[in-house]
């Protein structure tokens, strides 16, 4: 397994210019007009006519010569003989002679002999004579042709990016179709017998994930300027999984791979690649995302990124993702950083540059505090939980909190949510939440919420089952809910309470003791052992299932719904929800709690007005 | 043609709550993973399972009991027997009892009766046995089912704007389509005899124009997140019109015509409303944008906005788009304001709130300078040249030069020019500033471009022909370029110089005075009168079409092209590049002349190192 061991790192400068070293460019489209927002023009764009294309009246009013006007006002009109009219999109059969006027529509063509028009509001019929109350100069209320643009003005040059207000000067120009750069072909291939598509089934028990990259990093591309082309998985089999691979690259700019996680498949890529391409470069010093790829292949450019989600992303992002904007033509995004603080320590040390994923939370003087989100390497979704990026230098092994930071945001678009919830994983709170704007709850369990909540991060914290008293909070609202055994529906078992887990054969299923529910449990045990009399490690070593506990509402019950266990510690409104049988074991209050310094943010006073409603409701 | 004169503007306030009441939401949409990204959840999206499905090794390297590795270190591992090996997508066969281990690989499952795994790295094999050189607590490198995300958690909230990050976590979660809301369905409607689309060829000697408003509009729509429609050019057949106006408020949710200039589309759509829908307002006091109507039509809302190009546009963006961005789910897009100062005085004074379109730049102190974009109301192309819109009350009758302003960016992407440039239109100033990132350039001719530089808006101007001497400028750089008569191939007429425009019936077309090359001209005009001894106003009186100038350095030898001219002034590169015959009447200078304030900008300083090059490369 040494290949895996990466024992010369490259430097992240080294990658970025592996990366810039490859061509990644498609050629030239054209593109109609309808579709040519956004895309980048290949070559300068001049005009190939006068826009108008004549001299074009203004307004509605008169056609007419300039000096027949030469002293008009109100009290001593001109009087003019009116000769025809001409509307817009009509060719003028008529001349206009001195002393004569022709009525004009806006946007018509200025007959031959007229040099200047009034508005009708300055005009008065008076039988076939029109009386004109004002003298107007040559040009007058007169658009020449060409004015607007001029045939042989540039228009637009290389390399705009096309604006709807581009469209309108491309429109008026006549130009039905432009020559823009093409999207990169960015082709998409994983592999790995694990990896089963979205919408597929899963077997869980056969180790089956769906397939995160591949969608995340289509997303990627397409949101840098580039085509995504998924090609279908390749599994483990090297035969097909070379195929593909050669395919892809025969048909796309740059090819995509994230490291499956089975060692086959990084053999199979890297020896293709080594064998039949050029590799470039193999590992680069940074964190996450150290097993990668750069390399070419037929006509291709190749990088493969690791397998882990977030780390995929975050060296997609950071290497990849510039190169494929810069192909596309597109501008640098505009730098979209926020400045905070840590709002806690984070001690670094392995030398590598890091790429930290990080959220953001205003504290209650404004101030923006910067977290690291981190679910453990294997996470797929700590991004969908953070705002952007706090890179962190190899040489920097420690950040204090309260320390200044620059986050580089995932998009200028991302707004960091309002308000930052922690807390027990409740069904009433999910809907709670549906009634704010753009909140995060992050459903740590009761207990991990308190000592969150004590460091001073979130604004609110959600707190099941009893609570330590000497929390310093807001009490915004609370309710009540009642918990117990989830069983299969009918109650097969015949379970009463706790005292039949102790006595039969029932397979349980228990929450983690970070949950509010557990607290419940636990101290329901307590009471079950004191009545009893015997002792609580007795009686919890009988409980089978009773020191692994699920980390969410529902995981329990859904382990009863596949038949892996009997019982399952849950909420009535759970089971009710997913038609499985209930056990009543009591009632639990859930708290919601505010930092007293936060109890001025906005979003922290419409969490407590939403509260105020019956929770029924929510 | 009273109904044209609003009597009773609407407030742009009431015009916002006009267009508010309308509903313009579409329903749902179904959409795959692929096609989400930028999507808006309708509903919170709960997880169905558990992420992972399975408790999974997190590392590659040995499944095993934690309490066999108690007490294990370097000096004195645990040994251990292998039973087996299980790697991703495989279903573990062996149990893991005490004082044994199974090979694992990262992210496959872990077997049963294994609790936690030591990486490979800190093992040694010993024939069948391994030696574990490190101690592990139950869990360690293990990710326990749910860890990511369990089932019952709370996912992704309604109104979530979906990013590729959110991607990765529906995948994870295996959901391969979401309902997002339907992208509000917009129809365009263009009405107007005088319209034609762009690629279709155009009449202007029947005053027909290219279709702006249709393209703009759409264009407009999409980057608002609507769906743009657009129908079928209704032309001014009343029936057409109607026929087409009703097929669109059947299909859409909103439907935008932009008034024709024709008085009698305006006719027509006004009396389709009012008799067969319900208008709820008609005029409102902005400009530009005065004629604009807001209604119903079969069960469609609709917005009739003004004709001209550059009004339509302004109405859309400040009334229309932000509905389509509300009934789209999107939220406001991110405040994208410049501070800057007015560049010169603008007066104002019709008491309607006023849209000023205006451009920016920096001076030399790193100031933004605002300017006002106005090439007249008939324009199509002043928005190209423009990058915001700055807001004027209509209290607000005078803007003092100096006077700080705050203009909205038509979108948070616009990047201000680099270098704003004024003057001579000129093939070369053309290539050259193709080799110059995000310039702008406005072709307004050599004299008007002195008298801008002066006033100390622009940073550069191109002046041809002779100089006024007291010009405070530095000269970047100059070349040479030869003047003349743009005649028919094989100069049919024999022309030799001016003297035959005088003497022979020759139909001649000329540029405006502010060109450098009229300059030129008159310079020589004045010279062959000097050298006849003749008066030059007979000298000129007698050149048919002298009087007359067109504005670009082209437009006179299409007219040539066209019949229209039998001789034209221009460029022997003009005459070249159009197969053109050409009778040259001299040389002139183009300089290129930097403002000393801006020497430093570094926009000045790439002109002028782009200038050291010879000017034939440009």
Redesign the interface.
Known sequence: ?NR??FRDLASPKAAREAIDSLSLEGGIDRVS??N??GRVLVA?L??E??????D?A?L?GYALRARDTFGADEADPAQLEVVGA??????PTIDVADGQAVEI?????MPSGADAMVP??RTDMDGDEVLIRTSVAPGDNV?????????????????T?I???????????????VPVRARPRVGIVST?????????D???????????N???I???V??AGGE?V?YPHAG?DQAEMERVLREAASECDLVLSSG????SAVDVIYRIIEEQGELLLHGVSVKPGKPMLVGRLESSAYVGLP?Y?VSA?MVFRTFVAPAIREAAGL?EP?AATVSGTMARAERYGEGRLRLMPVGLVQNGDGETLVYPVD???????S??E?DGVVTVDPETDYLEAGESVTVDL??????PPTLLGVGE?D?T???L??RL???R?L?VGSRPAVRRFREGVPDVAVVAGPLERDLEADELGRWSREWGLVVRAGNPHDLEGLAELVDRDVRFVNRTTDSGLRSSLEAAVDDLAADHGTDRSDLVDAIDGFDLG??????P??KVIAGDADAALGLRE?ADRLDLGFVSLGEQPVRVLASPARADKESVRELAAALKEPPTEY
Do not use: Q, W
């Open positions: 397994m895996k061991e007009l309808e040519a927002r300068r001049d005009a006519l006068d826009v108008p294309g004549f074009r203004s509605d001409v509307h817009a999109g009509e060719e529509s806006t946007g018509a063509v009708v509001e658009m020449f042709a060409g004015a607007d643009v001029a045939a042989g003005e540039r228009a637009l040059g290389p390399g990016t604006t709807p207000r581009d469209i309108g000067l491309l429109s008026a120009l006549g130009v039905d179709e790995g017998d694990e990896l089963v598509r979205p919408g597929e899963l077997d869980s028990r056969c180790g089956e994930i769906y397939d995160v591949s969608y995340t289509a997303a990627g397409e949101d995504a998924l483990d499956s996680t089975s060692a397998g989600p992303m501008p505009k679910k453990g390497s294997g996470a797929t979704t991004l969908a953070a995932f998009s200028p678009d991302v707004r994983d069904p709170v999910n809907r939440l549906d704007e753009n909140p709850y459903s699920l980390r969410a509402h529902e995981s019950a859904r759970t």
